[in-house]
């Protein structure tokens, strides 16, 4: 391949194989028995370990720790492989590990997977091809996912779980079984309101009569038990002495998501 798609500063180990029109970044290092397919774009500072083999086509984008040991206290330094196929996303911090000996001893990844910032691959996983793990999603060992599956933001999996394909996972939700194909999962009860930020209010020079009237906003619109449209009615009698409720009432108004109540 052309050394101008090799920046200067970039580490690659006489070990490795780079396919034609590999493209690698400043600061990058490629360890020994690391092979990467025709097309491939390895971002600055990516770090890549071996035994790993990578497809084509692939586009590993700044900070991605690719092929590290496995984060289990029985590894032992056996040799164990990470593979990843063709056409995949693998964005910033993203970190994959290898297998380990007594779990199969290879990670997998399909194709045309879209791996978002700082979700963590853990050792002896197997991810089908089309999925979507969005950002903060972390899968423990052992994991297996299957084609076209979507995990939302900070999602959880524990370790040997299996989610089927076409699976869809909520925010923030915790996966401590297997998964059907087809289904939605969500956490059991997502964020509820706790009050007004009082002291944070009083920190910033918020007086006691701006305060007072932000809490009867607050009563209308939580505690008063009152359907919204009626709380509205409330918040806008409130908002003619206050600033402060009416900038609520605005943000209310102009919303495209149901109001977390």
Same mark, same amino acid.
């Given at each position: 391949? *052309?050394? *101008?798609?090799?920046?200067?500063?970039?580490?690659?180990?006489?070990?490795?194989?780079?396919?034609?029109?590999?493209?690698?970044?400043?600061?990058?290092?490629?360890?020994? +028995?690391? +092979?990467?397919?025709?097309?491939?774009?390895?971002?600055?500072?990516?770090? !890549?370990?071996?035994?790993?083999?990578?497809?084509? =086509?692939?586009?590993?984008?700044?900070?991605?720790?690719?092929?590290?040991?496995?984060?289990?206290?029985?590894?032992?330094? +056996?040799?164990?492989?990470?593979?990843i196929g063709d056409?995949?996303?693998?964005?910033?911090?993203?970190?994959?590990?290898?297998?380990?000996?007594?779990?199969?001893?290879?990670?997998?990844?399909? =194709?045309?997977?879209?791996?978002?910032? /700082?979700?963590?691959?853990?050792? =002896?996983?197997?991810?089908?091809?089309?999925?979507?793990?969005?950002?903060? $999603?972390t899968l423990a060992?052992?994991?297996?996912?299957?084609?076209?599956?979507?995990?939302?933001?900070?999602?959880?999996?524990?370790?040997?779980?299996?989610?089927?394909?076409?699976?869809?996972?909520?925010?923030?939700?915790?996966?401590n079984g297997d998964?059907?194909?087809? #289904?939605?999962?969500?956490?059991?009860? /997502?964020?509820?309101?706790?009050? !007004?930020?009082?002291?944070?209010?009083?920190?910033?020079?918020?007086?006691?009569?701006?305060?007072? $009237? !932000?809490?009867?906003? /607050?009563?209308? #619109?939580?505690?008063?038990?009152?359907? #919204?449209?009626?709380?509205?009615?409330?918040?806008?009698?409130? $908002? *003619?002495?206050?600033?402060?409720?009416?900038?609520?009432?605005?943000? !209310?108004?102009?919303?495209?998501?149901?109001?977390?109540?």
């Amino acid at each position: 391949m *052309s050394s *101008s798609l090799i920046h200067p500063t970039a580490f690659i180990d006489p070990g490795a194989k780079l396919g034609e029109g590999v493209q690698v970044g400043a600061f990058v290092f490629i360890g020994d +028995e690391v +092979e990467i397919g025709d097309g491939t774009r390895i971002g600055p500072h990516c770090v !890549i370990h071996g035994p790993t083999r990578i497809g084509r =086509d692939n586009v590993f984008h700044g900070q991605s720790a690719i092929g590290g040991e496995p984060q289990d206290k029985k590894y032992r330094g +056996e040799r164990v492989a990470l593979e990843i196929g063709d056409g995949n996303s693998i964005r910033e911090f993203v970190t994959i590990n290898r297998g380990t000996g007594d779990g199969g001893g290879v990670t997998r990844i399909g =194709d045309r997977n879209w791996i978002l910032a /700082y979700t963590h691959i853990a050792h =002896d996983c197997s991810i089908g091809n089309d999925c979507v793990f969005s950002n903060n $999603a972390t899968l423990a060992g052992h994991v297996t996912v299957g084609d076209h599956v979507i995990l939302s933001g900070f999602t959880g999996v524990h370790q040997f779980c299996r989610i089927g394909a076409h699976a869809f996972i909520g925010m923030g939700a915790f996966v401590n079984g297997d998964v059907p194909p087809f #289904l939605m999962v969500a956490q059991d009860s /997502y964020s509820k309101p706790r009050g !007004i930020n009082s002291e944070g209010l009083k920190r910033r020079g918020f007086d006691a009569g701006r305060i007072a $009237a !932000i809490k009867r906003a /607050y009563r209308a #619109l939580y505690m008063s038990g009152a359907k #919204l449209d009626e709380a509205r009615l409330e918040l806008g009698e409130i $908002a *003619s002495d206050s600033e402060d409720v009416r900038a609520m009432l605005d943000f !209310i108004e102009r919303g495209e998501r149901p109001l977390l109540r």
